[in-house]
């Protein structure tokens, strides 16, 4: 007579759990906190007004790059930490879905800015800048919120505005878009998130 199978509770309850948190980790969204947002709107606001005095204006492109460093680095830590504290790993499914819908239009951003730069088109870059990033914000908003899919639609949307803007408005437009838009949502979403 044949024995039957048995599987011990402990390791059917273990694979369960497993099986369970491997689930809820690849159907997750990274919650975007609003203090993301704010650091960043303050780098951009900071960058349209140094950009806009005599001495950098000549300067602007380098001065708009590093500030997206800086946004990029700041936003990039508070965003790290807020999906820690969801559980998320660095490497997991939400964040790199984030990651994922993020990086097509970034990289994009980056290949014409350089494209534009080498063919002296200096004045597309602001209007491609906000475009492009709008785009990825779009994309990326498939792991994030709505509210993020909203924001990058607004930068879209100002971004198309600027290719037709005469030159001395263009470092309005990337306050505008780079620190004022990311500087309102920041403080919707934080409010949303405190309840307010």
């Not at 990326?140 to 899919?149: D, I, K, L, P, Q």
Request: proline letters at 4%; a positive charge.
């Amino acid at each position: 007579m044949r024995q039957p199978r048995t599987v011990t509770l402990d390791s059917h309850a273990a694979a369960t759990l497993r099986y369970i948190r491997a689930s809820m980790e690849g159907a997750g969204t990274v919650a975007v906190p609003g203090s993301a947002g704010v650091s960043m709107g303050m780098v951009g606001l900071g960058a349209a007004v140094l950009t806009s005095t005599p001495a950098f204006r000549p300067h602007w492109l380098l001065c708009w790059l590093s500030a997206a460093a800086v946004a990029s680095l700041a936003g990039g830590v508070i965003l790290a930490r807020q999906a820690s504290l969801q559980g998320f790993t660095l490497f997991g499914a939400p964040v790199r879905k984030l990651v994922l819908g993020l990086a097509p239009g970034l990289l994009a951003g980056a290949a014409l800015t350089l494209v534009h730069w080498q063919a002296g088109n200096l004045h597309a870059i602001p209007g491609t800048w906000l475009l492009l990033y709008g785009c990825a914000l779009i994309s990326a908003s498939a792991s994030t919120t709505r509210v993020v899919g909203i924001l990058g639609g607004l930068f879209a949307l100002t971004g198309l505005i600027t290719f037709w803007l005469p030159d001395d408005l263009l470092t309005v437009a990337l306050g505008a878009g780079f620190g004022g838009l990311h500087l309102l949502f920041g403080i919707l979403i934080g409010r949303r998130d405190r309840g307010l």
